[in-house]
């Protein structure tokens, strides 16, 4: 099984410099906000259809709701994401001097106050198996098949490179874009 | 200048990740190098777990190894040394188990022919091939007397499940009973399970006649085709037509799999604990009803109670032999 050392990670958490310890605001990001990106992604992309990337937008908000939660983590995490994701794409808006007509209008409708647990959670898990085979489906042949030989087969970087007859250099580097691209898939809004 | 998109520094993140698993040189001088990269920004440290987190993702990919998926010519599958072993394994005990059943024919002629015995453990899984060269695969807690001279071929299914891959021979059919039923062979591949409360046979090759022979409940003979499965109890006798994946999914287990399509928690659970002295619980009704599917190996029962609590979001807990799901 592709299991992966758990023990290197604790270490390289920065210090907690005052209220949420780094553990913790892990933890709780990990559990409580990255499960939210796919919906997260779908408003974003929803309400802005400027040039710029959403992910950058993204990532802006992450760091937004990050340092709040240094400072305490905001229960439940839901409509927090969300009322930042509003808060920085009005700010947006009004940098850009645009008015989209109809973002404006949407960016109330999502019920970000209500903290309803959403669908079944095994039909969440459901879907994730299938958006997981369906993701890796959309990899580059020979990214999949390195992706499919560590995380499948738990081969090793030489490993790899012996079975696909390529070089250790050439594996990690389908590996670093089999990665990106999978984590990018699976973040992306459902058509 | 730095660039500090999204995309760039995810990339980054991902790239140091990989590097920290995959890299047998990774040292304390990388672990500083890194360590100083995710302090310089939050948007550093962040990337970096949603990195952690979708490797972690990928980790479900094991449970997608879908019997559709093998059978694609693409590069899916690499041969894998362990099955070649396993065949030469399988060739050498079906070699010792023939010589057995020539020793026992010696003293055949004296006695009534009550047969060879054959049996597996919980867990177990055994390969036969009888002298006229048909072939029994025994799944696992199943228990089998075969009767194989020069005049009849007839196998008693005690318990459990086999599938059987049969040599035609016309003067001398194929017979096997179980839980009452009979299932005559016409040269055929044939999966035969006998449940606490059901039997259930269902036809991949070839065709047979099948027939409930006076077992108690409703009685039925019918030809079965490929795709057809039996399902008799006292009840009832239906004779359904399954999809060739649906019924595929019936015989992972000659491969060590356990295959699940909408299979609700309960009978995954009523599974798994066929193969395993770890027995798993459903604790709430509600849980038991939920339906997943995914493929699995059957001899880890653990590893499904993690997937059960990390994919699908339920609770686990140890005790002793048993696991508990709520």
Known sequence: ?191 | MKDQSAKHIQARATEYLLEQRDNNHWGKAEQAELAQWLAQSPAHEIAYWRAEEGLRRTELLAALRTPARENKNAPMRPPRASRDLWSIFGRAAAALLMIAILAAGTHLFMTPDEGQYFATPIGGRQTITLPDGSRIELNTNTALRAVVNSGQRIIHLEKGEAYFKVEHDEKRPFTVYAAGGKVVDLGTEFLVRNTSDQLEVALFEGRAEFDTNGRPGPQRRAMLAPGNVVLASNQSVDLIKEDSKTIAARIGWRRGLLIFNNTTLAEAAAEFNRYNREKITIVDEKTASREIYGTFQADNAALFARLARDAFGFKIERKGEEILIR
């Open chain 1, 1 to 191: 099984m592709a299991e992966t050392p758990e023990s290197t990670q604790e270490t390289m958490n920065p210090p907690a410099q005052s209220g949420t310890p780094a553990g913790a605001l892990k933890a709780w990001f990990i559990a409580e906000v990255l499960p939210l990106e796919q919906a997260l992604m779908q408003y974003l992309q929803h309400n802005w259809r400027h040039t710029a990337d959403v992910s950058d937008l993204r990532q802006e908000i992450y760091v937004r709701v990050y340092e709040a939660a240094k400072k305490q983590i905001p229960h439940p995490a839901k409509p927090f994401l969300f009322t930042v994701a509003r808060n920085l794409l009005i700010d947006h808006f009004r940098r850009a001097r645009i008015v989209p007509i109809d973002g404006v209008a949407d960016l109330d409708s999502i019920d970000i106050a209500s903290d309803t647990p959403g669908p079944d959670r095994s039909l969440i898990a459901r879907d994730e198996l299938r958006r997981l085979q369906a993701a890796l489906d959309r990899l580059p042949p020979r990214c999949r098949e390195a992706v499919i030989l560590r995380q499948v087969e738990g081969l090793s970087r030489r490993e790899i490179a012996a079975r696909m007859n390529i070089t250790e250099k050439t594996v990690k580097n389908h590996l670093n874009d089999g990665v990106n691209l999978l984590i990018d898939i699976l973040s992306e809004a459902e058509s």
